[in-house]
């Protein structure tokens, strides 16, 4: 409880210093103290550069009414990750997708690519057979997308990219107009697209939209076995597709990058980097989380360990994963809870201590 106050301390302290904003009136700010975290119903996942808890906290603070809404975004316009309050499509994420990107928009609802790891059913309460039948376009989505990014555009936000998808694959079997249509008109708004897929070469059609040095495309790759896909993500596209599709975007100057998460394996996750490297800038490394943990057996310190130094071999750097279109890897929060788990005996037995972690792992310089 302690160390959560700490924190609400640190984000409010975050928040006045990044926009030279008074945010709590002092009446307020002494009624903060004993005020904890989950009062504002606030989900910590351990980040160390507390935007989301600050926007969060922002948040709050304007439902309170401790703060103007015009203050609030100008709270969200500097730390130059979040969603503006009256946005129906384009939100900030935040927890572990929060990792994947600072604004994210979802034009589907389903996906019929099956993966037997997939979050969303669950997320959304479904029935997973439900929500595997088919991609469904959501409705009136370009409308909405379009009133929200007047909005951004009125408060002269540009260059950012918006994350597709979190509940759904841009480019599944079913339909992909309606993430065509998206790219077009967020480009059209001075912002840039993060897509992030499974569907290999029905990105293709669309590359001509992309723009070097604005948007990204990613892929997901956990393997690049066919048997392993089969296993995991049976209506996805092949792993040979998805490679050659990461190529061509490469090819096109694109910035690319792949989702390791999530691993199955050491063997699969380290084929999958080796089989990628020539066509990838950035690589994401995730745990497992949806799946009962008693389908994979993982030593996860010797899993972390063990790709960080496959991924340094070939060249890769940590990165900290706060800005878009990076290059290096960057290691979930999930994963270096893993690490952090340890007991200080192992930790050292294995060779590896803080110094490493921060370098390594959260992308720190070794000052
Ligand atoms: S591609 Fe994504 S949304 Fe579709 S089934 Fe797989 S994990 Fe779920």
Redesign the pocket.
Known sequence: MKSKNLRLNTAIRAIETTTGLQLLKPEAQASMVGVTIEDFEIRIYGRSDLKDDALLLAKAAWLDGEISLKDYNEIAKAFGLSSLMNCKVIYAPTGRAGEYGGLATNPYDG?????E?????KMKRMKPSL??EK?KPRENFIQMLEADLKKYQEHGITGKQIFI?????PY?PDDNELTRQAIILIHQYGLGVNIL??GGKRALKDLCLFIPGLDSYGA?LISESEETRLLW?K??APVQERIETLEAFQEAGIHTWVSLEPVVSIKDTSEAIQATRHAVGLYKVGKMNHVSSGKLDIDWVRAITDLVLSLQACGYWAVDGTQERQAGYYIKEDLRKELLKVNEHRWDSSGFNERWYRHSIEGKGLK
């Open positions: 996906c019929s690519h099956g993966c790891y997939c979050y969303v059913p929500f595997h991609a998808t979190f509940s759904s694959d599944n897929s499974k997901t993500e209506n996805t």
